[in-house]
């Protein structure tokens, strides 16, 4: 099994979403989120890759190239009131929708994050990926509590994406 993972948005050139207290980047999670999960899916004996580029189509174009069998997108979300919480999974096939399962379920018996579940996403790395493709919002990064969530836990979410991913292996 070949993993691409995909941290979300581009160092310079797209913060994604941005905490409006503390400045904090769901870029920079994700990359230190995405790191982390290929250290442990690399010391369980998972080939892997961490991809990010700032184009939609180059992030799936570098994953098909990769003739990955797993991909899997991180994310932080972020809403207008700042007020919401919570980890949720998209997935778009119904292979996708299984790996989405195996991904939050790890993360909520993990973390006590609030569970929003997995969701079906027209999301376009979702739709132009030729591997079984989730995208995980780990939480919301402009809610101050979620976001301490996210700081603290990064490693564990690191740890649990990585059981999720070989638990749908083994599935
Ligand atoms: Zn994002």
Partial sequence: MKVFINPGHHVTLDSGAVNPVTGDREVDIAIECAKLVEKYLLAAGVECTVGQYNELQEICDASNAYDADVFVSIHCNAC????????????K????????SCIQSQIIRSIAMIDRGVKEGNLYVLKHTEAVAALVELGFIDNMD???MLKDNTDTFARAIARGITDYEIA
């Fill in 80 to 91: 207008e009131s700042h007020e919401a919480r919570g980890t949720e999974t998209y997935y």
């Fill in 93 to 100: 096939s119904f292979s996708g929708q299984h790996l989405a």
């Fill in 146 to 148: 979620d976001l301490a």
